[in-house]
């Protein structure tokens, strides 16, 4: 790294924090600096001026909530603006609300469903499913990238013969890792068949001897019986 670029990361090293707590201190007192100003115009208010203002807000705010409720919970109707003259104004000014942020939402709402399509072929629709694909390419070309730096023997290679270059490659990677767990494997359980193996030859051998020897009891027994008849037969 050159001593320029090495200069400059130091002094934005050191000036970021600096310039951090500027920018959090100018927030602070442009925040500070609009509250006082509210307050202060509050304060110079009637009583009944503020409570008119409270009143139309808070009228203005409910008539809004509920004309967002109504335009998508109830089917779509013409707009028919307020009638003029007669009500109160605080009556008026939440009617024409209410009815403005119904055809908001309802305008909103239907320029969304025609701009991406019942099926997904409008504009909005075909954007989308371009950008995805963008983004899906990017991501392959990505990884084919990331391949190809892990194995350079098919740097110099293009299309078909990079990718069947890249197969082989992880083919090859595979069929070592299979046999580097095998060997591994083997290695670490050998000891234990060897003690199988001894265990088992031994038991079997027990096996076979105690078969010869019940074979050998039996005959022994029978010649015995044989010639017990014989001598108590009578002469």
Not at 45 to 56: F, M, S, T, V, Y
Not at 165 to 184: E, M, Y
Not at 188 to 200: C, D, E, K, N, Q
Request: with cysteine; charged share 20%; proline share 5%.
């Amino acid at each position: 790294m050159s001593r320029t670029k090495l200069v400059g990361l130091l002094v934005l090293w050191v000036g970021l924090p600096g310039c951090a707590t500027v920018a959090r201190q100018f927030g602070e007192h442009a925040t500070m600096g609009a509250q006082e100003a509210m307050r202060a115009e509050k304060e110079q208010r009637q009583p009944e001026e503020q409570a008119l203002d409270d009143a139309l807000t808070r009228r203005e705010s409910e008539q809004m909530a509920r004309g967002l409720v109504d335009a998508f919970t109830r089917p779509e109707s013409p707009f028919q603006p307020p009638a003029s003259g007669g009500g109160p104004l605080v009556d008026a000014a939440g009617s024409s609300s209410s009815s403005l942020a119904s055809e908001v939402a309802r305008g909103l709402s239907t320029e969304l469903g025609r701009q991406l399509g019942p099926d997904g072929t409008g504009p909005l629709g075909q954007s989308l499913s371009a950008t995805a694909g963008r983004i899906a390419s990017s991501m392959v070309q990505q990884s084919r990238d990331e391949l190809g730096s892990l194995f350079p023997e098919c740097g110099g290679l293009q299309g078909e013969q990079a990718r069947a270059c890249r197969d082989a490659q992880l083919a090859s990677l595979g069929a070592s890792f299979t046999r580097g767990a095998t060997q591994g494997l083997v290695q670490a359980v050998r000891p234990w068949l060897l003690v199988f193996t001894f265990t088992g030859g031994l038991l079997v051998g027990l096996l076979v001897f105690l078969s010869i020897s019940m074979v050998r009891a039996n005959r022994e027994s029978s010649r015995r019986e044989v010639l017990f008849r014989q001598q108590r037969r009578p002469v």
